[in-house]
């Protein structure tokens, strides 16, 4: 069994925010790395709406300048994933990988998100075959090819950018008559030759021999003028938003409907003392780096008062 006072569950920039924070107060952190080093923002291709950064910055490379900032300061890192919590006693425990045991008097939750499907049983069938939701992680092995992307905000728009410089065709199936995104992510879909924007489009099915090879789309379901519509792809892109990762929180934490913590007003409160949630699987609203960054720091001072008051 480890004792640790401050405890940060999760590497995104809420979950090393709080440990350049949590070091600094010297609380000497332990952070959980959680399955996906770096966060959902490793993801994307290149963040352009972080403070400092005036030429954009690749994400990995952000990221890891979070790290080793973190571990300027005496963070300790543990690369694995938190399989179960007991907030009912103090000191909280938690328990990376089912075996090993940490107590900690305070607990940083900065678990942030994950992507959504759209729940069709296609997508199952070829998951990992064709079917992604991730272009940066596996665009490059639709070079050359002709690839969907479906959903219409940012991340969307995104990732049908950076597909369309590897691809020969990128389709964005989008289910509204616009798009969602923001008016400069949207001007650079809609100026891309190589990207067709199909609006007014929901996805049947996926259809191939043991891989992703077609799509059978519906035009205007509902509507008079409703029609059945196939393009050959390789490549099915999922970007139509994330729901947070909260489930292992459930018997301890208060969530909205859709699975984000509550938390006490504008602070990272929780229902139970001396548990902090930062970032995205707490805001359903903003979801953006330097909004979770700025409540990792919230969390982390709020840690610092309570580890004090005890
Ligand atoms: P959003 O929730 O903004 O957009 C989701 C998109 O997917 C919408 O177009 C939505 O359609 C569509 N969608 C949802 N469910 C379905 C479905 N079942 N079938 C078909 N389409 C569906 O999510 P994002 O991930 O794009 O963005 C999340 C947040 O992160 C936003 O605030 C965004 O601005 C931000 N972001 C910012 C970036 C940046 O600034 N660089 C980059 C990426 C994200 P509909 O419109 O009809 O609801």
Same mark, same amino acid.
């Given at each position: 069994m480890n004792k640790v006072k401050c405890l940060i569950i999760g590497s995104g920039p809420a979950g090393y925010t709080a440990a350049i924070y949590a070091s600094r107060a010297n609380l000497q952190p332990v952070l959980i790395?959680?399955?996906?080093?770096?966060?959902?923002?490793?993801?994307?291709?290149?963040?352009?709406? !972080?403070?400092?950064y005036p030429d954009g910055v690749e994400p990995f490379t952000m990221m890891d300048d979070m790290r080793r900032q973190a571990e300027r300061f005496g963070t300790q890192f543990v690369s694995g994933i938190v399989t179960k919590v007991d907030f009912?006693?103090?000191?909280k425990k938690v328990w990376v990988e089912d075996t090993e045991e940490y107590e900690a008097d305070a607990v940083i939750i900065a678990t942030g998100a994950s992507a959504k499907y759209l729940g069709i049983e296609s997508e199952r069938t070829y998951k990992g075959r064709g079917v992604s939701a991730c272009a940066t992680c596996?665009? !490059? !092995?639709?070079?050359?090819k002709t690839v969907a992307v479906v959903g219409g905000g940012d991340t969307a728009c995104e990732e049908a950018n950076y597909l369309a410089g590897l691809c020969e065709k990128v389709y964005m199936i989008v289910?509204?008559?616009?798009?969602?995104?923001s008016e400069i992510m949207q001007q650079r879909v809609l100026n891309n030759p190589k990207i067709e924007v199909l609006f007014e489009h929901n996805t049947i099915q996926l259809t191939g021999?043991?891989?992703?090879?077609g799509a059978d789309l519906v035009y205007?379901?509902?509507?008079?003028?409703e029609e059945l519509r196939h393009i050959d792809i390789n490549g099915f892109f999922l970007a139509i938003g994330h729901h947070p990762n909260t489930e292992l929180f459930k018997d301890y934490l208060r969530r909205d409907a859709e699975g984000y913590i509550l938390v006490e007003g504008d602070s990272p409160?929780?229902?139970?003392?001396?548990v902090f949630a930062a970032g995205d699987c707490a805001d359903p609203?903003?979801?953006q780096a330097v909004v979770a960054a700025g409540s990792g720091a919230k969390a982390a001072i709020e840690a610092d008062k309570y580890i004090k008051s005890l």
């Open positions: 790395e959680g399955p996906q080093l770096g966060g959902q923002l490793t993801t994307t291709t290149e963040v352009e709406n !972080f403070p400092g009912s006693v103090s000191p596996d665009g !490059f !092995f639709y070079r050359k289910r509204k008559p616009y798009l969602r995104a021999e043991g891989k992703v090879q205007r379901k509902g509507e008079p003028d409160r929780t229902n139970i003392p001396g609203h903003y979801r």
